[in-house]
């Protein structure tokens, strides 16, 4: 690579490519929104419709007249900054340079997806009490690594939990699972893998089927400690529940002024907000001994 043959808006969208590929968490959320992107501040608008009423029918009887939908509108705000900042000097890139840098961008963008990922686990804050199974201290066991368990009848409860709250079933659904809990279910035959389905496991996580979600593995599910048995918050849902909107802002190449290289910085610019609560489920759960 060349500082005269760089071109941001390329490298933004080749960023953008791979942020879509290695999101789990942002990749299941809704993304209808309104606005541009340009700066840190920045809010975009995210429409939705009122509930249209259902009336009772009686025969030779007018009905009434046709209602005004309503809509709603709620704000998203650009909060979060994310950045790289590498360079690669010319010694010991002088005949690999494209490659490596392809590489460097390549792995900038898969930082950035990570970290933006552990921001929205940590969400699940915002999940209703009344959709969440155990508590923090007194976390669900999932069942163990050696023989098995009820992890697949943990997934069942919250998807209770969303039929109750009107959730659609959609075919949306989604759960987000740490390893041990993947391990879990591959022991449970009522869990359909990725493979089962004719899919490989792709890129942004996706394992398989499982009551009714798509099941999605991620080392960022949130945990309440550092030792193994601490309990892990797992969350399932439906895109409906939550909004998120990204923009590589900035993508530049520069020379250091104190280093004989190329440096690229970036920058992403983006907004999260859960808007619909009782449309998540929260799982405290933890693994037995092996």
């Not at 998203?76 to 340079?97: C, G, H, M, S």
């Not at 552990?118 to 209703?128: E, N, S």
């Not at 009344?130 to 669900?140: F, H, K, L, S, W």
Request: charged share 20%.
């Amino acid at each position: 690579m060349s500082l005269s043959n760089f071109i941001p808006s390329v490298w933004s969208a080749r960023i953008l490519e791979t942020l879509n590929t290695t999101h789990v968490y942002t990749n299941l959320m809704n993304r209808d929104y309104e606005g541009e992107i340009s700066a840190l501040g920045d809010t975009v608008k995210i429409n939705s419709i009122g509930r249209v009423t259902i009336g009772t029918y009686t025969k030779n009887t007018d009905i009434s007249a046709a209602e005004t939908l309503t809509d709603a509108q709620t704000t998203l705000t650009i909060d979060t900054a994310r950045y790289f900042n590498f360079q690669v000097d010319d010694i010991d890139a002088a005949q690999t340079k494209p490659k490596v840098m392809d590489a460097a961008m390549r792995d900038a963008a898969w930082g950035l997806a990570d970290a933006i990922d552990l921001l929205i686990a940590g969400l699940y804050t915002q999940v209703p009490a009344a959709n969440t199974q155990g508590t923090n201290g007194a976390p669900v066991v999932g069942g163990s690594l050696t023989a098995g368990s009820a992890m697949y009848d943990l997934l069942v409860n919250m998807a209770v939990d969303l039929d109750e709250s009107n959730v659609p079933d959609d075919g949306n659904r989604f759960v987000v699972v740490p390893a041990w809990a993947h391990g879990v279910m591959l022991k449970d035959n009522r869990f359909i893998n990725s493979t089962e389905t004719g899919n490989q496991i792709r890129a942004n996580g996706f394992i398989g089927k499982a009551a009714g979600f798509n099941v999605y593995k991620s080392n960022n599910v949130t945990k309440s400690g550092t030792a193994s048995t601490d309990s892990h918050r797992i969350i399932a849902g439906h895109p409906m529940a939550w909004s998120y909107a990204e923009q590589v802002s900035e993508v530049e190449a520069y020379r250091p002024q104190l280093r004989f290289g190329d440096a690229v910085k970036g920058l992403l610019l983006c907004g999260y907000k859960v808007v619909r609560p009782t449309a998540l489920a929260l799982l405290y759960a933890k693994t037995a001994a092996s």
